[in-house]
């Protein structure tokens, strides 16, 4: 038998994921389970945005331009305009999904071996794309005990190596729900100019930014443009996450026409998909006003519930709608898993990522999980309250 | 200004689509193109599987599961039992494109490095994805003058190196239109199993067999079920290339296993093109007959028409709907340009894929283009006058 590759062996499962069969076997048990730990919001995609797919009125789905509809890419374009940021639609590139806009990305500018600096706890799937790709990550860690502030621009400066070629931020960011101040990103601005590297924004949470933090995007900063390469994606802003499009921006000639070449590889992004993303950046303020009052409302109410259980710290986020709370346990791995195989209240329990995966560095993360608040609150509430009663009776 | 890598640096323009932007300024100045250049058929999509994107009644469109909706893995796996394979949904992943199949696929089995072997002229994104996931191609050449049959045996065993990891075949073939025999198949299946290779079969025209050839899945192989991938798509079955929607299929556990790794890392494949996918697996067989009828009327009259033109020579298919043809002109890459640049027959061109961009070793295929019989009769018709004319007035 032909073996798996070496590269196969060591990819790691997604921590988000890997313990959704208990979750399946919990369910088959007559168990109902909460899910705090994916970031699939509940709430309705835009109307316009469904009923633009069942208007379509074409006789067969073609391909679509690799770059994507210039149709759509003019709206993106557009969308950034209506935020400051001077773009066309050329300088936008069309990806199934964010996930492919990093992975086209990390080929277009990375060559295996190449480093990366990012911030963690981060977006465990980073470490996917960067182990697919040979691309190496220079975690710079963050801590819960500081908010998951970004770390002093020195601590950047010290990973920074022959073989470093840009800085990775999630902003605002998942995992934490931290957003970079108009400071810190000038101070990685900074970094950026002085030893020209690149800089990767993964925005997708722009929308979610609380309490007059403001999202600034890397394409506002001055004497970056060609450093600045934006992640985008419709999966959160307009709540369509299974349409799997996304978008990959910069004002970099050499990168978009690089990065075109990849995606003519694979000739063309979701074509159904595009027809929704397009309809979607039709959607109205009310629309962004409601699911914004909605996600403040479901904030709230699950960081001062989760503070209230004994040994639970959950620091208040800023933007996007996860958090990392620290737990009185040994392992969260073990926990989480224990969550959905021995344990019920009332016929109920909770399903949390372990946040250890979301860590580059061995063994940090370890007390603590990642919660997304993405269910409407009557749900929340009983979903911390089984962890609340799941913590009186585990023994680690 | 930070640089591109060196492995974007290499990565070779689409064949197929690099004279896009010639194709467009032709179309703005008036000049009909008729294209041959991309297999984008203009039969409809099944209307079924149109309607139920139409009749979608969900208020959010979720992420699926990694590996794809089981319903949809369960229509694929009854698909293969019609066809006499024994599978079951487990060992089906359903992926992004027939394209990420290959990628992931790639990417679970084979080290940077490692070698698979695979008879040129083949799709030339395979080249695009090798290189991506540095993985070394070693081609074996079939040949015009044989109608692009099978190179015998001895050829792929003489290239074989410890480095040699598999081989992979397109049958029925894209560019070529062999179809390999139960004899071929079998060769291949005891090299396999003497080097103990994976076998990796892109059989997304299986549907696609002329004259009595009949397409062998090497699902079909007895004794190498834990060696044998197929990389399956909707795209040509199903008329259905805007959806991206495919799948990767093995009955070897560890590579479903390692691959749905990869899967998790991109969260899941499109979810209405999924939809789509799933209803089209219900299409009747009036569909196929009537597509089938219409596609051996469009090869033989495109084959008898273009064999009348003096110099060109186009080998008879078997499958598919392409066919390599052989023109009187030295470089196919300059006179495909051209033919869009500079020529049009009554304010009409055709557009061809060079073919030199389907052969791994330099300088072959220089005078081969190929051509995709995607369009009605007609217009087939109409393309291959252009081509006359053109022949008639281009000078090398």
């Known amino acids: 038998m032909p073996k798996i590759s070496e590269r196969g062996n060591i990819m790691p499962e997604s921590p988000i994921r890997k313990l959704v069969p208990y979750a399946e076997a919990a369910k088959k048990r007559g168990v109902k389970v909460y899910h705090l730990?994916?970031?699939?919001?509940?709430?309705?995609?835009?109307?316009?945005?469904?009923?633009?797919i069942k208007?379509?009125?074409?006789?067969?789905?073609?391909?679509?331009?690799s770059a994507g509809n210039e149709s759509y890419r003019k709206k993106i374009a557009t969308y950034y305009n209506r935020l400051g940021v001077a773009l066309t639609f050329n300088e936008v590139l069309v990806t199934t999904g964010g996930s492919e806009a990093i992975q086209i990305a990390f080929n277009a500018t990375l060559n295996p071996g190449d480093e990366v600096i990012m911030p963690e706890p981060f977006y465990t799937n980073y470490n996917s794309f960067a182990l697919t790709n040979g691309v190496i990550i220079k975690p710079i860690?963050?801590?819960?005990?500081?908010?998951?502030?970004l770390p002093a621009i020195e601590e950047f400066e010290k990973l920074i190596t022959p073989?470093?070629?840009?800085?990775?931020i999630v902003n605002p960011n998942n995992p934490t729900g931290s957003i970079y101040s108009a400071d810190e990103l000038d101070k990685i601005r900074q970094l950026v100019i002085k030893y020209d590297l690149y800089l990767y924004a993964d925005e997708v949470y722009r929308e979610f930014a609380y309490d007059g933090?403001?999202?600034?995007?890397?394409?506002e900063l001055e004497g970056i443009e060609e450093n600045a390469i934006v992640f985008d994606s419709t999966s959160k802003r307009y709540s369509a996450c299974g349409i799997r499009v996304g978008a990959l921006i910069s004002k970099n000639k050499e990168v978009i026409s690089t990065a075109l070449k990849y995606a003519q590889a694979r000739l063309s992004p979701p074509g159904l998909g595009q027809i929704v993303g397009e309809a979607a950046e039709d959607t109205d303020v009310q629309y962004f006003k409601e699911v914004y009052d909605e996600y403040i409302e479901r904030r709230n109410l699950v960081i001062s519930e989760l503070n209230k259980i004994e040994g639970v710290y959950a620091p208040m986020p800023k933007g996007a709608f996860y958090t990392i709370i620290q737990l009185p346990v040994k392992d969260t791995d073990r926990f989480c898993q224990w969550l959905l195989e021995e344990f019920d209240y009332e016929k109920q329990t909770v399903m949390l990522a372990?946040?250890?995966?979301?860590?580059?560095?061995?063994?940090?993360?370890?007390?603590?999980?990642?919660?997304?608040?993405v269910l409407k609150k009557e749900d929340?509430?009983?979903?911390?309250?089984?962890?609340e009663e799941a913590l009186k009776v585990y023994k680690d």
Chains 1, 2 share one sequence.
């Not at 208007?55 to 331009?65: C, F, L, Q």
């Not at 372990?354 to 608040?373: H, M």
């Open 37 to 52: 730990n994916i970031g699939q919001p509940d709430i309705p995609t835009p109307p316009k945005a469904l009923e633009a």
């Open 55 to 65: 208007n379509i009125d074409t006789k067969v789905i073609e391909y679509s331009h």
């Open 141 to 149: 860690t963050s801590k819960i005990e500081n908010d998951f502030a």
């Open 163 to 168: 073989k470093t070629k840009g800085i990775i």
């Open 213 to 219: 933090n403001k999202s600034i995007s890397v394409l």
């Open 354 to 373: 372990p946040a250890s995966g979301f860590y580059s560095t061995p063994g940090l993360g370890k007390n603590e999980a990642r919660i997304a608040y």
């Open 380 to 387: 929340l509430k009983k979903a911390v309250k089984c962890l």
